[in-house]
């Protein structure tokens, strides 16, 4: 279990907080006590941001990683910074525009697997567009039905929730696993679902919007055939 206080998987709006320094590794990233900083994970990037000081300095965050082991979210500042004392209280001030923008595309990404109900074999998150990699053993995608499908489904104003399972009720349910590259982390007694209204709930970790019309206009902008039974399908968001 992770060491840091992880604030983003309750509240995904939550933009600073209140922080000490617990540690900096080996490598110079910085280690928080708790943090609103999301760390790179399942297709989306890490947070970046400011750690303000007492003495009203900041230290720029350049990204935002797990240890090795997710034994605690690791701070990485960007080059030539001054780094804070361990001990030091710090403000966690996190780039609210590029958090919400991956919010916004994690979310659409949600709905649409929520259309086409295939295992995931990969992803990715950006700030304006993202992809998901499906298993699908026949092709046939139409980039204008799937547009409409998942405009339709921002529009229906579904409300996005958080709710948790243990490890053995995951694995009595198989089924919500879509992700066949990346399984949700087990091993500490519970697990996170996200739910988005009653057309998608799969374990996820990352951040979302709290209502789907917050997601905007979503466009399937291009779809590409990676193998014999994958398809790329990516999606833009404006």
């Known amino acids: 279990m992770s060491q840091t206080e992880e604030l983003f998987r309750e509240n995904s709006y939550a933009k600073s907080c209140e922080a000490k320094v617990t540690a900096i590794n080996d490598l110079g990233g910085i280690i928080l006590d708790r943090t609103v900083f999301y760390p790179s994970g399942g297709g989306q990037p890490g947070d970046a941001g400011t750690l303000k000081r007492g003495d009203g300095s900041h230290v720029a965050i350049a990204t935002t990683v797990y240890e090795k082991d997710r034994s605690a979210i690791v701070h990485v500042p960007a080059e030539d910074q001054e780094m804070p004392s361990v001990g030091e209280t710090v403000q966690c001030i996190v780039d609210w525009n590029r958090r919400y923008a991956h919010m916004k595309v994690h979310t659409a990404l949600h709905l649409l697997c929520a259309i086409l109900p295939y295992p995931v074999t990969g992803g990715s998150i950006g700030e304006s567009e993202g992809r998901l990699d499906f298993d699908i053993p026949d092709a046939g995608l139409d980039k204008e039905a799937l547009t409409y499908e998942l405009n339709k489904l921002i529009g229906q ?62 466009d399937v ?17 404006t």
Not at 174 to 193: E, F, I, N, Q
Not at 227 to 232: F, H, M, Y
Request: net charge positive; hydrophobic share 35%.
């Open 221 to 237: 902008s291009k779809i590409e055939k990676k193998g014999a039974k994958n398809r790329r399908v990516r999606i833009a968001v």
């Open 157 to 218: 104003d579904h409300e996005v929730s958080v709710s948790w399972i243990t490890d053995e009720e995951l694995e009595a349910q198989p089924d919500l696993v879509r992700t066949m590259a990346v399984k949700p982390p087990t091993g500490t007694g519970k697990v996170r679902l996200i739910a988005v209204g009653d057309v998608d709930l799969q374990p996820c970790g990352g951040t979302h919007v709290a209502r789907t019309t917050e997601i905007g206009t979503v």
